[in-house]
């Protein structure tokens, strides 16, 4: 069995490796070659816990355990989720591999937006904001630059200096106009709006969103938190991730509580536009949303293809449970 830290992860992908890996695995999806089964999860006093698995069939399985206490990194110093892969043969059961999970979360989150832009966001987009500028801001701020052909992108978030430390370290990273926002007047010039916060209140509402705009809501990972107002939810074309896991812990989750919208409404999922088996945006006055609450599925990709990169570099430290 393979052990591997965060640090051997860092050295073993870069981002474009995410995004390939990610692709890879809502392919299979797609085609019946992989199993992604909602999540499971609990709360306990300044946090929460969840469980993801999925299965290449064939394969590898991965089961992800998190932690997620957004009190940490102010109260205790410590990073916002905390958790561990394990990578097991699909065939017989073997265990191959623990990995640290906080570098894959991130940057499989960071994946599926890309993904999602490439298809949902009009071709054209030049300007972008990105609501939250923590480690997900980072992230997101990475994938839609990627994607797309930003020329400037506004950063909000609650803590003004956060955002401008932020948006400071990434113009030089990405080589692009990255300015910290005060407030969210940014978003309603913008081409793509990025919610990737720990709210538990919508914040982002109809009146705020032209035609034309694609918007990723990243934040909403339990029941709990909610960055996206069920009116504005009803006025989109939604791709979510998963339908299931969505309508328990997405926005889907609050738009269907309200009333807004039905399942029916959900336009696709994003294994079906990687596939070509929907379209993606149809029109350039469309708004677009892609409703991501983070699958074991990209967890399993991700980590397939960080386990393949370390037993090629001879990377990690081999051991034995039995």
């Given at each position: 069995?393979?052990?591997?830290?965060?640090?051997?992860?860092?050295?073993?992908?870069?981002?474009?490796?995410?995004?390939?890996?990610?692709?890879?695995?809502?392919?299979?999806?797609?085609?019946?070659?992989?199993?992604?089964?909602?999540?499971?999860?609990?709360?306990?006093?300044?946090?929460?816990?969840?469980?993801?698995?999925?299965?290449?069939?064939?394969?590898v399985?991965?089961?992800?355990?998190?932690?997620?206490?957004?009190?940490?990194?102010?109260?205790?110093?410590?990073?916002?989720?905390?958790?561990v892969?394990?990578?097991?043969?699909?065939?017989?059961?073997?265990?191959?591999?623990?990995?640290d999970?906080?570098?894959?979360?991130?940057?499989?989150?960071?994946?599926?937006?890309?993904i999602?832009a490439?298809?949902?966001?009009?071709?054209?987009s030049?300007?972008?904001?990105?609501?939250?500028?923590?480690?997900?801001?980072?992230i997101?701020?990475t994938?839609?630059?990627?994607?797309?052909?930003?020329?400037?992108?506004?950063?909000?978030?609650?803590?003004?200096?956060?955002?401008?430390?932020?948006?400071?370290?990434?113009?030089?990273?990405?080589?692009?106009?990255?300015?910290?926002?005060?407030?969210?007047?940014?978003v309603?010039?913008?081409?793509?709006?990025?919610?990737?916060?720990?709210?538990?209140?919508?914040?982002?509402?109809?009146?705020?969103?032209?035609?034309?705009?694609?918007?990723?809501?990243?934040?909403?990972?339990?029941?709990?938190?909610?960055?996206?107002?069920?009116?504005?939810?009803?006025?989109?074309?939604?791709?979510?991730?998963?339908?299931?896991q969505?309508?328990?812990?997405?926005?889907?989750?609050?738009?269907?509580?309200?009333?807004?919208?039905?399942?029916?409404?959900?336009?696709?999922?994003?294994?079906?536009?990687?596939?070509?088996t929907?379209?993606?945006?149809?029109?350039?006055?469309?708004?677009?949303?892609?409703?991501?609450?983070?699958?074991?599925?990209?967890?399993?990709?991700?980590?397939?293809?960080?386990?393949?990169?370390?037993?090629a570099?001879?990377?990690?430290?081999?051991?034995t449970?039995?």
């Amino acid at each position: 069995m393979l052990l591997l830290s965060r640090a051997d992860v860092i050295r073993l992908m870069d981002f474009p490796a995410y995004v390939t890996a990610v692709e890879a695995g809502f392919r299979a999806a797609a085609t019946g070659s992989a199993l992604a089964p909602p999540a499971a999860g609990f709360a306990v006093p300044g946090g929460s816990y969840h469980a993801k698995g999925a299965a290449l069939l064939g394969d590898v399985v991965a089961i992800k355990l998190n932690a997620n206490f957004p009190g940490n990194p102010a109260s205790n110093g410590l990073p916002t989720v905390q958790g561990v892969i394990y990578l097991t043969d699909a065939n017989n059961g073997r265990p191959l591999a623990l990995l640290d999970s906080i570098e894959i979360t991130i940057n499989r989150t960071g994946a599926a937006t890309a993904i999602a832009a490439r298809h949902l966001a009009r071709a054209d987009s030049r300007v972008a904001t990105v609501c939250g500028a923590g480690v997900q801001g980072r992230i997101q701020l990475t994938a839609i630059a990627t994607a797309l052909p930003l020329e400037r992108v506004h950063l909000w978030d609650i803590r003004p200096e956060s955002a401008t430390a932020l948006a400071t370290a990434m113009s030089k990273e990405l080589n692009l106009d990255i300015r910290p926002a005060t407030d969210f007047a940014t978003v309603r010039d913008s081409d793509v709006v990025v919610t990737c916060t720990s709210s538990q209140r919508a914040f982002l509402t109809a009146d705020l969103i032209r035609p034309g705009t694609f918007i990723a809501a990243v934040g909403a990972d339990n029941s709990d938190k909610q960055e996206i107002d069920p009116a504005l939810f009803a006025r989109a074309t939604v791709v979510v991730d998963s339908l299931e896991q969505c309508a328990e812990i997405g926005d889907l989750h609050h738009a269907l509580k309200a009333g807004a919208v039905t399942r029916e409404a959900v336009h696709a999922s994003l294994a079906e536009l990687v596939a070509g088996t929907k379209l993606g945006r149809r029109d350039a006055r469309e708004i677009t949303l892609f409703d991501s609450s983070g699958l074991g599925l990209q967890d399993v990709a991700a980590a397939v293809a960080v386990y393949r990169r370390a037993k090629a570099a001879g990377t990690g430290a081999d051991f034995t449970i039995n």
